[in-house]
């Protein structure tokens, strides 16, 4: 609210937005009294409420901004900001306790109070949503302080008092979600901002109940048009809030009904029938009818009574179980004959206990402008503005990655807390890890974690923040997830046991050879990437076929096969430092050697031997000739032999085969992948480099 030049002090704008009518009041505090400049009333056009619930934002928004415009040009005040307050269609109450210890003890301020009650409200909010019995959302739209306690004894007033706990009793209010954001979102048609809201019990209280009456168990009753709003107060405080969904607008229905004439005329009727001897109207074939109003009250006679019953057990229930000593009334929908006396008569009480409360309740309310009357239609709305010096709006409004948000106000809200009501999930601020690989090793399960990913990067305003940065109104908060970083992966070279190697002897030459790993019943080389779920297993040799196969030589049963110098066979198992002779037959085949099979550096020579002819050295009876080829680009003579092999390179050709320097070994003949114990020619081009 803004200071006026015009008029001393802030000057408040408050919105009644009802049923059937909007009313706007504007005014200004001075000293205990509430100055009220100006107040309009604009009906809707249509009904775009029923029941106290906006059912068309858009027309109900028109008509707020109808409201603004003839108060805007009544008081010469640009009014952009508006208090209001919520009808409790669907309310819901909840009361708890709260303590605050001093240490070391100290004296009460006023600043303590307000964190007390708003702890009050915080607690309100856990025990209102730990139930979890529905799946709506719910906003706390309103609080007020039953009793204050100082050291555990019951006290009127904290402040100035020195304490070593202080508490309190709380009653906090709540709507649901659909209600509350009709009411936001209506409001801001009419380009209006929201600084204070309410609960309507709660505004109408400030004015029809003063503070020196509620020792009294007095109930306080708003009939607007939708609803009957109830508050009750007792030993000095509200106790408790409550509605029925069943106000003026049933009286109406009856007679739109009973006379057959559209509501609008109905409405007319039931307030004519408040004041007038006979009623006239229109029906719907627009023929002239005069009515006694005895005849009208009669006909909602039982609507009434109903609706009277419904309220007294209301009370009842929020009063213990027990009537109460008196009851106020105010709204427009209680003021039709024979309510009063028909709430008393179902409370049990004396008629002249239940009454209308308009001028009688307003001793320090000033009218200034000519000819306002003080009727119980305006305690409500006078009330919307007085809760504006009562507390601050409850709610603030912030963009959520571009979700709006309305977020309970408790002077210390972060980042986290827009997070969390807009069900942002929490492990998204933080680092995420890829999915773990899992997989078996020798009957054992093992697991390689996944890589972190990046933290969530967090702007408010556009400027980097984090989690704890508080937050204030209209802040536009952005929030990019946490990433999950890669998944875990790992080869079998990365699992430690197989660190060592086998080194083996094959006709005079020394190999070595990873340790062999079986991957599903599968012998994998080291550069396999395991898969989720693997099942690995390690053994401590080979047998002679698994090393002819990687070697690239098909054995046959014809062959000559010694391990150790004994005789041996396929199956035979070879261990670390063991020595492997065979002789090939005609028959047997040789093919490409595995990457992975690695010469060790000074080996002996090679002495194997392939029927048809083809010694390692050149046979009797055979001349032994020379061979020139290109060996990664330099001239290598081999000689000594009367034919040659791809693998009779590397005795001629320094190239470390221990030292790895990649995954494994590329062998090319002529720009094409060499086999093992491919024949060479002269001049043939051989490229030997460790693959990346």
Not at 350 to 373: P, S, T
Not at 533 to 558: P, S
């Amino acid at each position: 609210m803004a200071e006026s030049k015009k008029y001393p002090g802030k000057t408040v704008f408050g919105l009644d937005i009802g049923t059937r009518t909007v009313v706007g009041t504007v005014g200004y505090k001075k000293g205990n009294e509430f100055c009220v400049i100006a107040q309009r009333s604009v009906a809707h056009d249509s009904r775009a409420m029923i029941d106290g619930q906006i059912h068309d934002i858009i027309k109900v928004g028109e008509t707020v901004a109808k409201v603004r415009r003839v108060l805007e040009e009544a008081t010469t005040l640009s009014l952009d900001e508006v208090c209001i307050a919520a009808a409790g269609r669907v309310l819901r109450t909840v009361t708890c306790h709260v303590e605050w210890p001093f240490v070391p003890e100290r004296e009460v301020t006023k600043e303590d109070i307000y964190a007390l009650a708003s702890m009050g409200v915080e607690q309100a909010y856990a025990d209102f949503e730990a139930p979890a019995d529905t799946e709506a959302r719910f906003f706390c739209v309103g609080h007020s302080i039953v009793r204050y306690y100082l050291n555990g004894y019951q006290i009127g007033n904290l402040e100035g008092h020195k304490a070593k706990v202080i508490g309190a009793d709380v009653i906090a209010t709540f709507l649901p979600d659909d209600v509350v954001n009709g009411l936001y979102r209506t409001v801001e048609q009419a380009e209006l901002d929201i600084v204070s809201m309410t609960l309507e019990p709660i505004a109408a209280i400030q004015v029809a109940i003063p503070e020196k009456y509620r020792m009294l168990n007095i109930a306080l009753v708003d009939v607007g048009a939708g609803t009957s709003d109830i508050s009750i107060s007792k030993d000095g405080s509200i106790i408790a809030y409550g509605m029925i969904a069943k106000a003026g607008d049933a009286l109406t229905e009856v007679i739109a009904a009973s006379c057959l004439v559209d509501f609008a005329t109905a409405e007319q009727m039931k307030h004519d029938a408040g004041e007038m001897d006979v009623v006239t109207y229109k029906d719907i074939m627009f023929l002239p009818q005069d009515m006694p109003k005895e005849k009208v009250l009669e006909m909602v006679d039982d609507v009434l009574k109903e609706m009277a019953r419904d309220v007294a057990e209301a009370i009842r229930s929020l009063n213990g179980g027990k009537s109460v000593s008196a009851v106020f009334v105010v709204g427009g929908g209680g003021k039709i004959p024979g309510y009063t006396a028909a709430l008393a008569d179902e409370l049990g009480i004396a008629r002249e206990r239940v009454a209308l409360r308009g001028e009688e309740v307003m001793q320090e309310i000033v009218f200034e402008e000519v000819g306002m009357k003080k009727d119980s239609l305006l305690v409500t709305p006078i009330g919307i503005c007085l809760n504006y010096y009562e507390q601050s709006n409850n709610f603030i409004f912030v963009s959520f990655n571009g979700q709006r948000l309305k977020i309970y106000d408790n002077n210390r809200l972060s980042v986290v807390d827009a997070a969390i009501q807009a069900q942002f999930p929490n492990d998204a601020f933080f680092p995420r890890r890829g999915k773990a690989l899992v997989f078996q090793l020798d009957g054992s399960s093992r697991m390689v974690r996944g890589q972190a990913g990046e933290t969530a990067e967090i702007t408010v305003n556009g400027e980097a923040a984090d989690i704890h940065t508080p937050i204030h109104s209209n802040d536009v908060i952005v929030v990019k997830e946490s990433t999950a970083g890669e998944a875990g992966k790992a080869t079998l070279a990365n699992i430690k046991e197989l660190k060592d190697s086998i080194v083996v002897i094959i006709n005079g030459t020394e190999y070595e050879l990873p340790r062999p790993v079986w991957v599903g019943g599968e012998l994998k080389p080291m550069e396999y990437e395991i898969s989720e779920g693997d099942e690995i297993e390690l053994a401590y040799y080979y047998t002679v076929g698994q090393i002819a196969g990687l070697m690239g030589v098909a054995l046959t049963v014809d062959d000559d096969i010694l391990v150790n110098e004994k005789e041996a066979d396929r199956k035979s198992q070879v261990y670390d430092n063991f020595t492997v002779t065979w002789t090939l037959t005609e028959d047997s085949d040789t093919g490409e050697a595995s990457a992975f099979l690695r010469r060790g550096k000074g080996q002996a020579k090679n002495t194997r031997k392939a029927k048809g002819g083809r010694k390692s050295t050149a046979n009797a009876g055979e001349e032994a000739t020379s061979l020139t080829v290109s060996v990664n680009s330099s001239s290598v003579l081999l000689s000594g032999k009367s034919d040659y092999v791809f693998v009779d390179v590397f005795e001629y050709f320094d190239f470390d085969l221990n030292g790895a320097r990649g995954r494994h070994i590329i062998t090319k003949l002529n720009g094409r992948v060499a086999q093992f114990m491919e024949p060479l020619a002269e001049g043939d081009v051989i490229d030997v480099f460790w693959d990346d």
